[in-house]
Each structure stands twice: as structure tokens, then as C-alpha cells.
């Protein structure tokens, strides 16, 4: 089982948003995944409570008892476990991030969002776990903007994740309902998005989905 933690020290970046799409489309691709919400707001949980299905599986835990669960989804079959943190540099995020095979750092391209990442860089160095930054919510268009953000980035010591989320009204339409984007509407620019997101990190995890063993 690959396990992703999505850690920032800044709230309202996409960490929830990008967590659920994530873990839907895994699914999707025939990868049974559970979600680990860690953050006391359970706002993955919540999202979950609203959708007529039970997969994908989702819980709140404290960061105390994550490696218990993570070692009891793995024994029952789970092939991605996707953790989902509060917005602080503390030990859910460092607990989560020390667990996973790979962190993603959500992040909005603006300067206040970036000033942000260089605490959230450290946490990642200290639990010593690859990670990349993932633009998210970007401007449909900017691209100069992208590729300064980029370079405060590697500055910062971090990668950065080769695919770009933007901001679309279909992830907040999306969310009140329980649903992610590749189930609203998953011939839409938001559900292409989310797709090649989880094909890079399939490839980058070495995950083989049923289809690609087609
Ligand atoms: N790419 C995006 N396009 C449009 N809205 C977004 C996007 N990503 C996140 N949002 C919105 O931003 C807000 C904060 O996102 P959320 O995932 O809750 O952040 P976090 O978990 O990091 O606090 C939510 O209202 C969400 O719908
Ligand atoms: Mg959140």
C-alpha cells in the first residue's frame, strides 16, 4: 500500500480538496483507497458523510493511532491510503509526512502563499519524505506567474509537481454534494486536471491500476 500526506502550514490552500479528488479518482482507477483525516474540522469526513457511497473509505483519527491504521488498511487490501492534515506545521502534519511515501504541499501561486511554504519546506526536510509542491487554484493563464512561484520554490528547496490545478468553479460545486470533479463532471478542464495528478503520482509511486496490468 503507497500512502500520500498533503501538508501545509497554511489553511484554504487545497489540502481537503485536493485529498477527496485524489481519492476518488484512485478508486476510480480500481485502486481500493482509504482517506485518513487528521484534522480535528473532519472536513473530509464530513464531505464523505455526504455521499451515497462507502468508498472511498474515510475516518478521522488523532496522528497517535495512524500507523495502527494504516498497518490494518494495508492487511485488509486498501492499495493507496491518502492522509489529509490541519493547516500547522505540527505533529499530525509531521506524523503524516514521516508515515508517507510521498508529500504533496499544496499551494496557492501568490506571494503570501509562498512566503508560507518555507516553514512547511523544513517540516518535510526534518521528516526526510519526498516531497512536491503542487500549484493549485491558479489563474486560468499565468504563466509568468507560475514559473516565479516555481523558482521561490526550488529556492525553498522543494520539487514541484509537474501538473497545475486551476482555479475552477467545479471543485467548490463539487464539494457540497460529496462528490468530486471526475464525478460532476468528468468530461470538464478540472476533472482532466485531477486525472493526470494521479497518473503522475501512479507512475512516480510505481502503482500499477488494473488498467494499466490490462
Ligand atoms: N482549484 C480550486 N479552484 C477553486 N476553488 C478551490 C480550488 N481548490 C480549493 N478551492 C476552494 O478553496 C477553499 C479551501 O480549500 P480546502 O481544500 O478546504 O483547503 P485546506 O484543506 O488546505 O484548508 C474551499 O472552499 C475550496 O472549495
Ligand atoms: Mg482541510
Known sequence: M?????????????????????????????????????????????????????????????ERRLAEALRAAEAQGFGLAIIDTPPAAGPQAYTAAQAADLVLIPCRPSLVDLDAIKRTAQLVKSAGIEAFVVFNAAA?????????????????GLAVAPVVLRERSAYRAAWPVGKAVVETEPKGKAAGEISELIKWIFAHLKVCTPDVVK
Open 2 to 62: 503507497k500512502k500520500i500526506a498533503l501538508v501545509a502550514q497554511k489553511g484554504g490552500v487545497g489540502k481537503t480538496t485536493i485529498a477527496v479528488n485524489l481519492a476518488v479518482a484512485a478508486q476510480g482507477a480500481g485502486i481500493q483507497t482509504a482517506l485518513f483525516d487528521l484534522d480535528q474540522q473532519e472536513s473530509a469526513v464530513i464531505w464523505s458523510d455526504r455521499r451515497a457511497s462507502e468508498q472511498p473509505h474515510v475516518e478521522f483519527l488523532t
Open 140 to 156: 486560468p493563464g499565468a504563466t509568468t506567474l507560475l514559473e516565479d512561484a516555481a523558482g521561490i520554490v526550488r529556492d525553498a
